[in-house]
Nanobody
């Protein structure tokens, strides 16, 4: 069982940046996606970004964050990062790290079997 722990959330002004980290304990496979989801108050959890490292480094982003967020994966240290730039108030949410149940590139939360507890990101206007 993979356990995940996020860090790096906080309060930032519109246009600012934050970097989230997610440390995984347990064996992770590079062909299985590690990703980020977020959930704002009163809304459903939504996909943000995911990364796989085999057979090649591949990333996928939600349209709402494309060009502003960057996901990266450090397999040697079992860590995934989410660099968030040009933050907007609508990015305010609890951000969750997740590890997929299977190989491939899932973006549905049901396809991820391990979750962190989440870290709060608040963007003030």
């Amino acid at each position: 069982q993979v356990q995940l722990a996020e860090s790096g959330g906080g309060l930032v002004q519109t246009g600012g940046s934050l970097r989230l980290s997610c440390a995984a304990s347990g064996r992770t496979l590079t062909a299985y996606a590690m990703g980020w989801f977020r959930q704002a108050p009163g809304k459903e959890r939504e996909f943000v970004a995911a990364a796989i490292s085999w057979p090649g480094d591949t990333t996928l982003y939600a349209d709402s964050v494309k060009g502003r967020f960057t996901i990266s994966r450090d397999n040697a240290n079992n860590t995934v990062y989410l660099q968030m730039n040009s933050l907007k108030p609508e990015d305010t949410a609890v951000y969750y790290c997740a590890y997929a149940r299977r190989a491939g590139f899932p973006t549905d939360s049901a396809d991820f079997g391990s979750w962190g507890r989440g870290t709060q990101v608040t963007v003030s206007s």
